[in-house]
């Protein structure tokens, strides 16, 4: 048996590029907010692309991931909150195709053409359907739950911040509930230096 843990936030950014714009225009739409219409759109994407018919369930145990598609039970299982959007949904779906077409799971290549396709039909549903934008819940994909007011801090990406008089550039290394571990290279060594650095550093940005 075979279980996919995925649809993290972080893993949304880490692969925004191979997303189509289907995917990405998913992310605006609210999933959880209607177990119902939720389910409808699912069955009829599986209908469409003759996939097994999977059961969908809302689990407020699922901590590091917002969804999860176990192939075995043939259950789609998400985050019972809000911010859950239908690319989340979505996500989960292509990962039971690619499973009942090529008998593939991960995030490979090809699952990313497969959610490519499985994005374009969920949205064409989404939007016949007539559902509305939810603008709160694209806030809420885009800002850190730990800190709502700052940007999303992702696992290693490149960050800078001044200390001391000095830039330090390096990568985060783990998001802790008030502050972020961020890893620096040291000059001439092979050892790491690692900071500790709030999230409201003024100092503190993305990328340099």
């Not at 590029?17 to 999933?31: Q, T, V």
Request: charged share 25%.
């Amino acid at each position: 048996m075979f279980i996919d843990n995925s649809s993290s936030v972080a893993m949304i950014s880490k692969y925004n590029k191979k997303y189509d714009g289907s995917a990405k225009e998913l992310l605006h739409y609210s999933c959880t907010l209607d177990y119902k219409v939720s389910k409808a759109i699912m069955d009829e994407v599986h209908e469409y692309f003759t996939l097994p018919v999977y059961k969908l369930k809302y689990n407020g145990r699922l901590k590091r991931s917002m969804g999860r598609c176990n192939y075995g039970k043939m259950i789609i299982e998400l985050q019972p909150k809000s911010s859950i959007t239908m690319e989340t949904l979505a996500h989960e779906i292509a990962h039971a195709y690619e499973y009942a077409k090529h008998g593939g799971t991960g995030h490979s290549d090809r699952f990313f053409r497969c959610m490519a396709i499985v994005s374009k039909k969920v949205l064409e549903v989404v939007q016949r359907m007539g559902l509305q934008k939810n603008l709160e819940v694209k806030l809420l994909v885009k800002t850190d739950v730990k800190a709502p007011n700052l940007p999303f801090w992702f696992k290693g990406e490149k960050v800078q911040f001044a200390h001391k008089g000095q830039i330090i550039k390096g990568m985060v290394k783990r998001r802790g509930s008030a502050k972020l571990t961020i890893e620096v290279d040291m000059p001439g060594s092979v050892i790491k230096s690692q900071y500790r650095v709030p999230y409201s550093w003024q100092s503190l940005q993305k990328g340099w």
